[in-house]
């Protein structure tokens, strides 16, 4: 008895935590499917400073793909903004992988002068908000000529030190060993690297390349800088374009941003919270 009790406490509010968590994304969907008049009718408290609360019913009282029908068959602009951002967030997570596991792997195995500094100096770099380096990054990417290109998104952000720090804490848990009966067997650094180190390091380089996902995806102030022609603008950049008369338009945009972030994460949760217990028992 005392034990089906212990469930019932911690169990409730446990749900009652996912129902606030999911409403939200429950109300986005609902929306979706509610027509330009219920929309109006719903959020004029809100839209039109009425004064009072809006209403927002759980399931849309007269349903209707209108809205799905505006954006995805009468908006190409849409798909042109949403191939823009898969554009950009795809290379620089290519480059976290190509740029930043070599990297953790020298940190994490390999001992050489400066190497304290150096990452020491990979931190700082970490902690420091867009809006510090911003002006250097822009007269740089001038100097090269890539201001207004996809480049001047894609190159600072597949530099980011982030997957370096992330991958460095799993490759240190690599025993030397390993190391140790590759080198007897004959094999290189580099051929260590590519058949134990990447393969051991799997969860680590996956959390980093979740992280980076969900940061580049949503990431606004390296568009809105470097970017000055808006056929090159991401989502992040063009969903607050949408005004509040296309209230159905702009929900549904919404959800269609918000699934692949959404899928991400859903499938790379594991390697996540392996990244998040990792780190924790390494400090």
Not at 115 to 141: C, D, G, N, R
Not at 145 to 169: C, H, K
Not at 208 to 214: E, S
Request: glycine content about 8%; proline content about 6%; some cysteine.
């Amino acid at each position: 008895m005392r034990e089906d009790m212990k469930k019932w406490l911690l169990g409730v509010p446990l749900v009652l935590i996912a129902v606030f968590i999911w409403m939200p994304l429950w109300m986005l969907i609902s929306g979706t499917f509610m027509g330009g008049a219920e929309l109006s009718e719903n959020l004029a408290p809100v839209l039109e400073g009425r004064g009072g609360t809006a209403v927002w019913p759980v399931i849309a009282r007269y349903p209707t793909l209108a809205a799905y029908v505006e954006l995805l068959l009468d908006t190409p602009q849409f798909f042109t903004v949403f191939w823009n951002s898969c554009r950009q967030v795809f290379p620089i997570i290519l480059g976290h992988v190509l740029l930043g596991a070599p990297a953790a792997w020298a940190f994490a195995k390999f001992h050489f002068r400066g190497k304290k500094i150096l990452y020491t100096l990979y931190i700082v770099l970490m902690l420091m908000p867009f809006q510090v380096t911003m002006v250097s990054s822009y007269l740089i990417l001038n100097k090269m000529g890539l201001i207004d290109t996809v480049w001047a998104v894609i190159l600072p952000g597949a530099a980011s030190t982030l997957p370096v720090f992330i991958m460095t804490r799993f490759f240190m848990d690599i025993p030397a060993a390993v190391m140790e009966a590759a080198a007897v067997d004959g094999a290189s650094s580099f051929q260590t690297f590519l058949r134990f180190g990447l393969p051991l390091g799997a969860p680590g380089i996956l959390s980093a390349v979740v992280l980076g996902f969900l940061e580049y995806w949503n990431a606004i102030e390296a568009s809105q800088a470097f970017l000055k022609n808006q056929a090159l603008w991401p989502l992040s950049l063009y969903m607050p374009n949408i005004t509040a008369d296309n209230a159905g338009v702009s929900l549904i945009a919404s959800l269609i941003t918000l699934m692949p972030p959404l899928l991400i994460f859903l499938s790379g949760q594991k390697y996540l919270e392996q990244g998040i217990i990792s780190s924790g028992m390494k400090d």
